[in-house]
T-cell receptor, first 113, second 114 residues
Framework: KAGVTQTPRYLIKTRGQQVTLSCSPISGHRSVSWYQQTPGQGLQFLFEYFSETQRNKGNFPGRFSGRQFSNSRSEMNVSTLELGDSALYLC????????????FGEGSRLTVL | EDQVTQSPEALRLQEGESSSLNCSYTVSGLRGLFWYRQDPGKGPEFLFTLYSAGEEKEKERLKATLTKKESFLHITAPKPEDSATYLCAVQEARASGGSYIPTFGRGTSLIVHP
């Protein structure tokens, strides 16, 4: 069974630009969550999608947005990038019956210059 | 105040030297506690779920235990390949938006020297 796939793995952007990250969950997993990981803050929850609906949102500014498609694939977008947005962005999928057991992708490493 | 606190932040062990990692939590009601392993440059890998005090789970050299206020990850006779960051996450019994979002601790970085 294929794992969670995230693209791109690495990207470099400059301040003010915007970025879109993609996530393909494990087949059969309908919940997709996004996390930001930095050395200073650890893993911070961004948002969760289930059946194309955002069910939960973390404490991040509106520059961070996401969506989920009918095939459960998800994208997140960050607009007007700031230096502090440099981080590892992780996508995780889960099976509906076990919401806390997350299966993570390898992440997208974003560097903002 | 952090809901999930892991200690120590970093731990260095010699191969074969057993030890324990701690995860303490302050949520009012626990739905589940989860342990993950994260290797450098990779996403966390799910290890265990614990639901109630007294529960234990084992996998190879790892054993996770749970009390009403904390969980321990015991590592018996570790090997260098056990070197990783171990993350603990807690899920409150109170749902938000119809789901239960786990809160992660900052992790313990474990290095096992040969």
């Amino acid at each position: 069974k294929a794992g969670v796939t995230q693209t791109p793995r690495y990207l470099i952007k400059t301040r003010g630009q915007q970025v879109t990250l993609s996530c393909s969950p494990i087949s059969g997993h309908r919940s997709v969550s996004w996390y930001q990981q930095t050395p200073g803050q650890g893993l911070q929850f961004l948002f969760e999608y289930f059946s194309e609906t955002q069910r939960n949102k973390g404490n991040f500014p509106g520059r961070f947005s996401g969506r989920q498609f009918s095939n459960s694939r998800s994208e997140m977008n960050v607009s007007t990038l700031e230096l502090g947005d440099s981080a590892l962005y992780l996508c995780a999928s889960s099976y509906g019956g076990r919401p806390g057991e997350l299966f993570f992708g390898e992440g997208s490493r974003l560097t903002v210059l | 105040e952090d809901q999930v606190t892991q200690s120590p932040e970093a731990l260095r062990l010699q191969e074969g030297e057993s030890s324990s990692l701690n995860c303490s939590y302050t949520v009012s009601g626990l739905r589940g506690l989860f342990w993950y392993r994260q290797d450098p440059g990779k996403g966390p890998e799910f290890l265990f779920t614990l639901y109630s005090a007294g529960e234990e789970k084992e996998k190879e050299r790892l054993k996770a235990t749970l009390t009403k206020k904390e969980s321990f990850l015991h590592i018996t006779a570790p090997k260098p390949e056990d070197s990783a960051t171990y993350l603990c996450a807690v899920q409150e019994a109170r749902a938000s938006g119809g789901s239960y979002i786990p809160t992660f601790g900052r992790g313990t970085s474990l290095i096992v020297h040969p």
